[in-house]
Structure formats: structure tokens, C-alpha cells
């Protein structure tokens, strides 16, 4: 299964993420594929083992900012507080504006990749809240 999938990951696997293992469960990787510069978008590739899903958590900004995901290998999951869980495969975009409480994550049989793209904004930062608890999780 992840000899077809690191095929299919053209952006690359990275190194594992272990500067914000502590606001994942399971192992993640990061391939940064831009620098971080003012005004200019950051994209990089986030990659997740297996059932490995990030926390809940908000981008914060008073102007612009958010998040894009460009979902390029496997299959994952993004959830945005209150609403139900959205199934991802290559191809999806996600729009996240700011403010707005989600989390996202490879499903229970699949490493999944997607482009992580921070959208510029004024006064921007991340706020990781509370994990996607196991029984929520394993319900999808």
C-alpha cells in the first residue's frame, strides 16, 4: 500500500514533522516546498500515516489569512466544529477561512498528502486546541 502511494505523492514525503508532533496523533511528515516571506503564500507538503490526523485548531487573523488544502495522494479526512466530516481524495480543495475551529487527517487505511497552503493575512497565528478524540474518530 505505501509503495503505491509514495508513487502517486510527486511533491515528496519529507522529514517527519517532529517541530508539531505534539499537535498530532500518530506520525506526520513535512516537505516544505516554499520559504516563509511576507505577503507570499507558504506551501507545503504534509503527509499522514495511517489514522494519523492533526488537532483541532483555528488560523487566526484580523485580514486575509486561512488556509488552503490541495489534496494530492490518499485519502483523509477534514471536519469543521459542528458540521460532519468530509472525505478527501487527490484532486479536493478545501478552503478554510479564518477563524473557523477544524482538523484534518489521513483515514484509518491510508497514508494521505495534501498541499498545505497558509493564505497571507495580517495579525496571523495558529491556535491548537484539544485532540480528535479516538471514539469520534473510529465513528467515521
Not at 500515516?49 to 485519502?75: D, F, M, Y
Not at 479526512?77 to 473557523?100: F, H, N, T
Not at 487505511?109 to 497558509?118: C, G, K
Request: glycine residues 10%; charged residues 20%.
Amino acid at each position: 500500500m505505501y509503495k503505491q502511494f509514495d508513487e502517486a505523492n510527486v511533491f515528496g514525503l519529507g522529514n517527519e514533522n517532529s517541530a508539531y508532533a505534539q499537535y498530532f496523533i500518530g506520525k506526520s511528515y513535512l516537505n516544505p516546498l516554499t520559504s516563509p516571506a511576507p505577503g507570499v503564500p507558504f506551501f507545503a507538503n504534509v503527509t499522514f500515516e495511517p489514522a494519523c490526523r492533526n488537532n483541532w485548531h483555528i488560523h487566526h487573523a484580523t485580514k486575509g489569512g486561512g488556509q488552503i488544502l490541495l489534496c494530492v495522494a490518499g485519502s483523509g479526512w477534514y471536519q469543521e466544529w459542528g458540521k460532519p466530516a468530509r472525505s478527501l481524495k487527490p484532486g479536493d480543495v478545501v478552503v478554510i477561512p479564518p477563524e473557523v475551529k477544524h482538523w484534518h487527517g489521513a483515514k484509518k487505511d491510508s497514508w494521505f498528502s495534501h498541499i498545505a497552503v497558509e493564505v497571507p493575512g495580517e495579525n496571523t497565528s495558529n491556535e491548537w486546541l484539544e485532540p480528535v478524540d479516538d471514539e469520534s474518530y473510529s465513528a467515521l
